[in-house]
C-alpha cells in the first residue's frame, strides 16, 4: 500500500478513534486514553523536523476542535514532535534506521519501542496534564495522572498495533 495513503488511513483513524469513543470514556482516578501519539511516532525516521511540527499541530488541532479541549492536544502534541528527534537520535542503531522500515514494535523490536515511545508517550501526557490543571501546588495529581493514563495508553497503543500492523516477514 502506498506510503501516504497508509499514513492518511492511520491518521484519520486515530482522530475519529480519539475523539469519538476515547474522549467519551469516563475512567475514573483522572485517567484519560489518549492513543493518537503514535501516530506521530510511527511517522518516517526520516521526515524532516519542521513537517512533524507541522503535521503534529494539524492533527492536535483537529483532535481539539473536535473535543472542544483548547488547544490541550496540540500542545501535547508539539511538545512530543519537538521530542521525538532528539529520543529517535538517542536510542539510534549504531547503523543509523532503516528507511523502509517503520518504528513499530515488530520492526524494531520491543526495547527500542518501549523506551522511545515510552519516554515521548510520558513527556506528552505529563505535558498535557500539566497545561490541563496549569497549578503548580496539583502536581501530585498531574504525575497521577500522567503515570496512570501512560500506562492504559500504552496497552491500548501496543493493542492497536497487534490488530492493524502486519509483521514484517
Known amino acids: 500500500m502506498n506510503l501516504i495513503l497508509r499514513h492518511s488511513i492511520r491518521f484519520v483513524f486515530l482522530?475519529?478513534?480519539?475523539?469519538m469513543v476515547?474522549?467519551?470514556?469516563?475512567?475514573?482516578?483522572g485517567i484519560q486514553?489518549?492513543?493518537?501519539?503514535?501516530?506521530?511516532?510511527?511517522?518516517p525516521f526520516e521526515l524532516s523536523v519542521s513537517l512533524i511540527l507541522l503535521i503534529s499541530f494539524a492533527m492536535g488541532l483537529l483532535i481539539d476542535s473536535i473535543s472542544?479541549?483548547?488547544?490541550?492536544?496540540?500542545?501535547?502534541?508539539?511538545?512530543?514532535?519537538?521530542?521525538r528527534p532528539i529520543i529517535f537520535k538517542?536510542?539510534?542503531?549504531?547503523?543509523?534506521?532503516?528507511?523502509?522500515?517503520?518504528?513499530?514494535?515488530?520492526?524494531?523490536?520491543?526495547?527500542?519501542?518501549?523506551?522511545t515511545f515510552g519516554i515521548l508517550?510520558?513527556?506528552?501526557?505529563?505535558?498535557?496534564?500539566?497545561?490541563?490543571?496549569?497549578?503548580?501546588?496539583?502536581?501530585?495529581?498531574?504525575?497521577?495522572k500522567t503515570i496512570l493514563s501512560f500506562a492504559i495508553s500504552l496497552v491500548f497503543c501496543l493493542l492497536l498495533q497487534m490488530l492493524f500492523i502486519r509483521k514484517n516477514k
Open 90 to 115: 538517542a536510542f539510534a542503531p549504531r547503523d543509523g534506521y532503516d528507511p523502509l522500515k517503520e518504528g513499530t514494535i515488530y520492526d524494531m523490536g520491543g526495547a527500542w519501542f518501549f523506551s
Open 15 to 19: 482522530l475519529l478513534f480519539q475523539t
Open 33 to 43: 486514553i489518549m492513543v493518537y501519539p503514535i501516530f506521530l511516532f510511527l511517522l
Open 68 to 83: 472542544n479541549t483548547y488547544g490541550l492536544h496540540t500542545s501535547a502534541l508539539v511538545m512530543m514532535a519537538y521530542f
Open 121 to 144: 508517550l510520558v513527556i506528552h501526557h505529563f505535558w498535557f496534564f500539566l497545561i490541563e490543571m496549569f497549578r503548580l501546588d496539583a502536581l501530585l495529581f498531574v504525575l497521577q
Open 22 to 29: 476515547l474522549n467519551q470514556l469516563e475512567i475514573g482516578w
